[in-house]
């Protein structure tokens, strides 16, 4: 089994880089193969919106930066997590970054999911995804905000993304806990 | 009254963004506003683009975030900008009081795909120390090109909406209920807008002479 985690922290940011440590360590009891992407040091453009990867080059975008590397490991993997400060609700700046240039993933035309309108989706199979957020003291507005996120993204892949919030400073082990629980919940097992 | 529109579609003055947020500031201006435009993508490039924005951001009575719904959210560069503004005024003890508004549009037919977007947008107002002023929230964005008389029934209800929320906006008060409502209103039935939807991917690619299917799979396994 392969994982990929997307790393959406930014330097210094010593609450969400404690939350990678952890949850790769539990990617790591469970998976053969972890690859841990830095977002903040990969060259990822911000999407143009020009919708060529799906009306020029359909399934691939036409700037040529590091997300292409990306999306071909995202698709190679069997569960992929995303760990982010929890931003004003949101993800980072970094992880939108990279989530923004996902759209080439998914095919242009609509369908119904859920009672709203969606895209189709471009591939037969997509990787399981959790989400782990941090946030620095009690918020509960932004974690209310955080869990929609993650389950409105969820909808984009017509499937059910989970997410949890650690907040405070955790120590390793509850940390560690929260990312097994995370895990867990989308049946990810050794 | 000093008003920022902040526009947060890459394409800048060809985007609908643009469209919604320039005819909101015509409104402003018929009011008394002086408004100035932030282009966010194209500012954000440069660090003395970024220090621009932010001293506009904090000199403006009124901040006005124009975008297109990303990813269920706010496009990257503008998460970026909020995120140095809230730096930026944790460090200085807020300087000023603007008000946040927000325009928000998506290319799904409902408008309440728009929610989340908004309330974050809300949660930084919260945390940036800005008074909330409401949000303009509507789905089949995708109709929105360039010219309003373009759309069903001249686009008389979006253009309504925009003129009260400008009104309501330069005294100072919040989005009337009313224009939100409006605002979200479908501009055509969803059969019709995922029909016309589905045709204009295929048009588009043709115009573009992609030599792919639209279903293709570049990065399929094995």
């Known amino acids: 089994m392969k994982a990929l985690l997307l790393d959406g922290c930014r330097e210094g940011d010593y609450l969400a880089m404690e ?4 949850m790769t360590a539990a990617l790591a009891g469970r998976a ?12 990822i453009s911000a999407c143009t919106g020009c919708f060529g990867c799906w009306t020029r080059t359909p399934g691939e ?6 997300a292409a590397t990306v999306l071909r490991s995202y698709l190679g993997s069997d569960v992929v997590a995303y760990v982010t400060p929890v931003t ?10 990279m989530l923004d240039r996902c759209i080439p993933l998914l095919d242009p035309r609509f369908t119904i999911v859920g009672g709203e309108v969606h895209h189709l989706l471009r591939y037969r199979r ?13 918020d509960a507005e932004a974690e209310r905000l955080f869990a929609s996120l993650v389950a409105r993204n969820g909808f984009n892949f017509h499937r059910t993304f989970e997410a949890e919030v650690l907040v405070g400073v955790p120590d390793p082990p509850s940390a560690r806990r929260c990312a097994e629980r995370l895990l867990d919940r989308i049946g990810v097992t050794a | 009254m000093n008003a920022l529109i902040l526009v947060g579609s890459p394409k800048g003055r060809v985007s609908a963004s643009w469209m919604l947020g320039s005819r909101l500031a015509e409104g402003l201006r018929d009011h008394g506003v002086t408004v100035q435009y932030g282009m966010v993508h194209h500012e954000l490039r440069s660090g003395e683009g970024t220090a621009k924005l932010l001293d506009l951001f904090d000199s403006s009575d009124l901040v006005v ?12 560069p503008l998460t970026r900008l909020l995120e140095l503004a809230a730096e930026r005024r944790g460090r200085t003890s807020a300087p000023g009081n603007p008000r946040l508004a927000v325009v928000v549009q998506c290319g799904f ?8 977007a908004i309330g974050i947008c809300r949660r930084f107002a919260g945390s940036a120390g800005m008074g909330w002023a409401g949000a303009l929230a509507m789905g089949m964005g995708g109709s929105l090109e360039g010219d309003f008389r373009r759309l069903p029934g001249g686009g008389k209800q979006i253009l309504d909406a925009l003129g009260k929320t400008a009104e ?7 989005i009337p209920d009313e224009a939100k409502a409006v605002f979200a209103r479908p501009l055509m039935p969803r059969w019709l807008y995922i029909l016309t939807g589905n045709l204009g991917w295929r048009l588009k690619m043709r115009k573009n002479k992609a030599r792919r299917p639209i279903g293709d799979r570049p990065y399929a396994q094995g």
Do not use: I, N
């Open chain 2, 65 to 76: 975030l124009a975008f297109p719904l990303y990813v269920d959210s706010l496009p990257a």
């Open chain 2, 168 to 174: 309501a906006l330069a005294r100072g008060g919040d």
């Open chain 1, 61 to 66: 975008c036409v700037l040529q930066d590091d």
């Open chain 2, 109 to 116: 037919p409902e408008a309440h795909q728009c929610d989340t």
């Open chain 1, 126 to 138: 997509y990787p399981k995804t959790v989400v782990l957020g941090t946030l620095p003291s009690p």
């Open chain 1, 32 to 43: 053969d193969d972890v690859e841990v992407v830095k977002l903040r040091e990969l060259a």
């Open chain 1, 88 to 97: 004003f609700g949101g993800y980072s700046s970094q992880l939108k970054m």
């Open chain 1, 19 to 22: 939350a990678v440590l952890e």
